[in-house]
């Protein structure tokens, strides 16, 4: 199972406020700003649903249907089709920050201006709801079913393209945002979606080992190789989170919880060496008595 996830609020915002001469694509940005206004309310939504009945499935739809809009938004931004008659600038609540500890998912937002800083919070969204949605399906995985592979497969896959987007978000869009002022989350700093990504590819693999261990055709040395990539992974991940630093700190929670999948997974991988060696000597105790 992957990290438990508290998505993010929106404040509500409209698009023709920032626009100038927006006539030629009115229909367009009212239904962008139609779009965005869906995933504030599902996000909303969210809050006041016991964890065991959310729909992370839904919230996944609902980013995927905005985010065509936005993107064209930004590219006719790029490309002086649409110009700004004032900074764009939208609020949502950091829920990686340590604050988060504190005060739960009513944590304060955090008003930032560009149109990147949206783009920046939509696809982190997309891919904590992502994520939660592995867990979802993993949940629903009864062993020995007919359908127990490819829910293994399903599970994976979200947190692959979790990993993707994390990874995205990194290398592709923070780098765009011009001027962050000092004030920005945590979600904000590359290394933080650098070390999402390495986790959701590490908790990936280990569905992919579990999944093999379920056919018993698996060697032990192989697992405990995986395991201590996995390990490795996540001690990348714990380095990243915690060389961040400014205004705001990583979560305690999400800190701890990245170490400790470190210290599990390294465990794991040594249990595996062990049970190796141990058919190894097996074997040779068996040869030798022959």
Same mark, same amino acid.
């Given at each position: +199972? ?40 599902? /996000? ?23 985010? *065509? ?38 944590? *304060? ?14 696809? +982190? ?54 001027? *962050? *002022? ?16 390495? +986790? ?25 190789? /995986? ?40 465990? +794991? ?22």
């Amino acid at each position: +199972m992957s990290y438990t996830y508290s998505l993010p609020t929106t404040g509500a915002m409209s698009f023709v406020d920032f626009l100038k001469d927006v006539n030629p694509y009115s229909s367009e940005i009212s239904d962008a700003t139609a779009q965005r206004g869906r995933v504030r309310t599902v /996000l909303k939504g969210l809050k006041k649903e016991a964890q065991e009945v959310r729909d992370y499935r839904h919230i996944v739809n609902t980013v995927e249907d905005y985010l *065509p809009y936005l993107v064209s938004v930004i590219n006719c931004l790029d490309s002086g089709e649409l110009k700004l008659k004032k900074n764009i600038e939208t609020s949502w609540r950091s829920t990686l920050s340590d604050h988060i500890i504190h005060t739960g998912s009513n944590a *304060p937002r955090i008003t930032c201006p560009d149109i990147y800083y949206e783009l920046l919070f939509v696809l +982190m969204t997309y891919g904590y709801a992502c994520s939660m949605q592995s867990n979802d399906i993993l949940k629903t995985i009864q062993e020995g079913s007919s359908t127990a592979s490819a829910k293994y497969n399903k599970a994976a896959d979200s947190l692959n393209t979790a990993a993707s987007v994390f990874n995205y978000v990194a290398y592709e869009v923070i780098p765009k945002w011009r001027q *962050p *002022p000092e004030n920005q989350p945590v979600e904000t700093v590359k290394e933080l979606p650098v070390a999402l990504s390495k +986790m959701a590819l590490a908790d990936a693999q280990y569905i992919a080992i579990n999944k093999a261990l379920l056919t018993g055709n698996v060697s032990k040395s192989l697992v405990a190789k /995986l395991y201590i990539g996995i390990g490795g992974q996540y001690e990348m991940a714990y380095g990243l989170v915690s060389s961040i630093t400014g205004t705001q700190e990583v979560s305690t929670d999400l800190k701890k919880y990245i170490y400790d999948g470190a210290q599990f997974y390294k465990a +794991m991988g040594k249990k595996y060496l062990a049970l190796d060696a141990n058919d190894n000597q097996q074997v040779y105790d068996l040869e030798y008595h022959l």
